[in-house]
């Protein structure tokens, strides 16, 4: 939880990177367009990238509580991050870890931190612990450490790696030393690097193999503070930290939320620039605190919104190439992805954070979209995996048409890709054809939705194209088809029979007198687009005419002329549907005895 509720200037930062990541595409009936290339590497996710703080687990019994465990896990964090601001309070009355912390005989309560650590999850992620401030004893009134008490700050530090990797064998791999420190000392930054380098080498004396870093920085934004602390601490950090809230009032609106979350990611841009002017060392980075609001409650936080502001931070922190994220936090009654209460009930962003952890691991791809203030992408790809994940942030639904280049393998149009979709109440599974993700009429995204689309190029299913003719074989007689006869008597010249048929039963045009006669169905209800009309037809030859037609779908209509001789099929394609229907029909014009039969006729959508 935070001590001091800090406004990070993410959001004038962030509307300009926003307007950064719009890239203008050609016109399309789609309300948004965008691209995506496979073939360009634009960096990489880590195992760290979808991580979550723990904080609920330090209260009470919390930590061992089944629903608690199995829903934390369910969320699949790679890396998890124990921080609570009062950790430094009394461990027997309260949630701290500490044992008589405003007196000199202060420790840690051993015994108690066993048992939170004791209880891991199932997916087993990498832990990070934050030693988050020093006991009271240690202040000197204003929040800072007294200066004779370096040392012993320093040792206390020491101390609780060798309680935990040592004696209890726990195996935590990040230590994070000091939390939102930088306020306090504002006006004397390398001050505080002086007190981080000591504890570092006096944990660094009992492990050579855990990672150290720091400081959790409130206010990465002030980026002349960071510089101080770095150009002084610089040797001695295996990672930095810091934090961003984005919002410290309720009437803030969604799109100024959305453009911060968007922005996320030039903080950690910074903080690698910064690290590049003192060492070429690699410093790993770590976003370890991040949500809507300094200033809680906002219930946006508890619902759809929230996971639409946690799937644009992702984004954005991941992009830019972050260590890792740690979202703020895993479950409460204001931050957490999970309720702050038995049984733990799960959240919107849960199940996005279940997903993104799931999917969308490895290389990021290119991709632009024509107006991220309505949707934001990010696609990964891994061996002969794709995976694409689709933000609406607009707060209505949106159409988009999706430009895709550098495949593997040739992608048919009617290739399946699985749908995975997150909305405020759950999560949803289906398939869509790779034509209607690249159809101008776009792909429908709803409103407040993350919409991931997976396909395995090695291992494709591709859609049955649906027909959409009634009674195509005629095997029900004349149900879905009507007649319209040139002249009396001429409505008899169209019926159904299997005397001479491909397949059981067909359409047969004939007379003992001369006849003119058109057998038709009107289809409604369809998808504009484009179409193909397909049949089955053979002809004893002699009509004055003798044609498949296509007409009344708003366009001209197209004909194709039906062939004297055997079996055959013949087509229409590309007919352009434009008012959601077409007549599609048969029509002869003929001599005495002259006969057609007709069978198998397909509508199907290209």
């Known amino acids: 939880m935070?001590?001091?509720?800090?406004?990070?200037?993410?959001?004038?930062?962030?509307?300009?990177?926003?307007?950064?990541?719009?890239?203008?595409?050609?016109v399309s009936a789609a309300s948004v367009t965008a691209t995506v290339n496979?073939?360009?590497?634009?960096?990489?996710?880590?195992?760290?990238?979808?991580?979550?703080?723990?904080?609920?687990?330090?209260?009470?019994?919390?930590?061992s509580d089944t629903d608690y465990k199995n829903n934390v896990a369910y969320m699949k964090p790679g890396i998890i991050r124990y921080h609570r601001a009062d950790q430094m309070g009394e461990s027997t009355t309260g949630n701290g870890w500490v044992k008589n912390p405003g007196a000199s005989n202060y420790s840690w309560d051993a015994a108690k931190i066993g048992t939170i650590l004791s209880n891991t999850f199932s997916n087993n992620p990498t832990r990070m612990i934050n030693i988050a401030n020093w006991p009271a004893y240690m202040d000197d009134g204003t929040?800072?450490?007294?200066?004779?008490?370096?040392?012993?700050?320093?040792?206390?530090?020491?101390?609780?790696?060798?309680?935990?990797?040592?004696?209890?064998?726990?195996n935590v791999q990040y230590w994070e030393v000091l939390n939102e420190k930088d306020d306090t000392y504002a006006s004397n930054m390398?001050?505080?690097?002086?007190?981080?380098?000591?504890?570092?080498?006096?944990?660094?004396?009992?492990?050579?193999?855990?990672?150290?870093?720091?400081?959790?920085?409130?206010?990465?934004?002030?980026?002349?503070?960071?510089?101080?602390?770095?150009?002084?601490?610089?040797?001695?950090?295996?990672?930095?930290s810091y934090h961003t809230y984005s919002s410290g009032s309720t009437s803030d609106t969604n799109a100024s939320i959305w453009n911060s979350a968007q922005g996320l990611g030039a903080t950690t841009t910074s903080i690698k620039n910064i690290i590049a002017n003192y060492t070429t060392r690699a410093i790993e980075t770590f976003?370890?605190?991040?949500?809507?609001?300094?200033?809680?409650?906002?219930?946006?936080?508890?619902?759809?919104?929230?996971?639409?502001?946690?799937?644009?931070?992702?984004?954005?922190?991941?992009?830019?190439?972050?260590?890792?994220?740690?979202?703020?936090?895993?479950?409460?009654?204001?931050?957490?992805?999970?309720e702050g209460w038995a049984p733990y009930n799960k959240r919107a962003s849960a199940h996005l954070y279940n997903l993104f952890n799931t999917d969308m691991g490895g290389t990021i791809a290119g991709s632009t979209t024509s107006d991220a203030s309505k949707i934001d992408l990010m696609g990964t790809y891994g061996g002969s995996w794709k995976k694409l994940a689709l933000v609406n942030r607009s707060g209505a639904d949106q159409t988009l048409q999706l430009s895709f280049s550098g495949w593997s393998t040739s992608i048919p149009g009617n290739t399946l890709f699985t749908v995975k979709r997150v909305y405020g109440w759950g999560v949803v599974y289906d398939s869509v054809r790779y034509d209607v993700l690249t159809s101008s009429a776009g792909y429908t995204l709803p409103a407040d939705s993350v919409t991931l689309l997976i396909l395995d190029e090695n291992n494709k299913s591709y859609a049955t194209a649906t027909n959409y003719i009634t009674n195509p074989k005629f095997d029900s007689g004349m149900t879905g088809w009507s007649t319209w006869?040139?002249?009396?008597?001429?409505?008899?010249?169209?019926?159904?029979?299997?005397?001479?048929?491909?397949?059981?039963?067909?359409?047969?045009?004939?007379?003992?007198?001369?006849?003119?006669?058109?057998?038709?169905?009107?289809?409604?209800?369809l998808t504009n687009g484009t179409y193909t009309l397909k049949a089955w037809v053979t002809s004893s030859g002699g009509q004055f005419e003798s044609r498949m037609e296509a007409k009344n779908f708003g366009g001209t209509q197209i004909n194709a002329n039906i062939p004297a001789g055997g079996w055959t099929q013949i087509s229409i394609p590309n007919i352009n549907v434009t008012n959601g229907q077409i007549e599609v029909g048969f029509w002869s014009k003929a001599n005495a005895g002259n006969s057609v039969y007709i069978d198998d006729v397909e509508l199907t959508k290209n």
Not at 212 to 229: H, N, Q, S
Request: glycine fraction near 10%; charged fraction near 20%.
């Open 38 to 63: 496979w073939g360009s590497n634009q960096g990489s996710t880590t195992n760290y990238s979808y991580g979550l703080n723990i904080f609920k687990a330090q209260e009470g019994t919390v930590a």
């Open 287 to 338: 976003h370890d605190e991040y949500n809507i609001s300094w200033n809680p409650p906002d219930g946006r936080m508890n619902n759809e919104k929230g996971m639409i502001f946690d799937a644009l931070s992702l984004i954005s922190i991941t992009k830019a190439g972050a260590t890792g994220s740690m979202a703020w936090n895993e479950s409460d009654g204001w931050y957490g992805k999970l």
């Open 485 to 525: 006869a040139l002249q009396t008597g001429d409505d008899a010249a169209d019926y159904t029979e299997t005397y001479g048929g491909r397949d059981g039963a067909h359409l047969t045009h004939w007379k003992n007198a001369y006849y003119g006669v058109h057998t038709y169905q009107t289809v409604t209800g």
């Open 143 to 170: 929040g800072k450490l007294k200066t004779t008490m370096y040392d012993a700050y320093a040792a206390f530090c020491a101390n609780l790696v060798q309680i935990v990797n040592i004696d209890q064998g726990r």
């Open 190 to 240: 390398a001050e505080l690097a002086t007190i981080y380098k000591k504890a570092y080498d006096a944990m660094r004396a009992k492990s050579s193999t855990i990672k150290i870093g720091g400081p959790a920085f409130a206010r990465p934004d002030l980026t002349a503070r960071v510089d101080t602390f770095v150009a002084n601490a610089h040797t001695k950090l295996d990672f930095i």
């Open 2 to 26: 935070k001590q001091k509720w800090k406004k990070f200037g993410a959001l004038t930062v962030a509307a300009a990177l926003v307007t950064s990541l719009i890239s203008f595409s050609p």
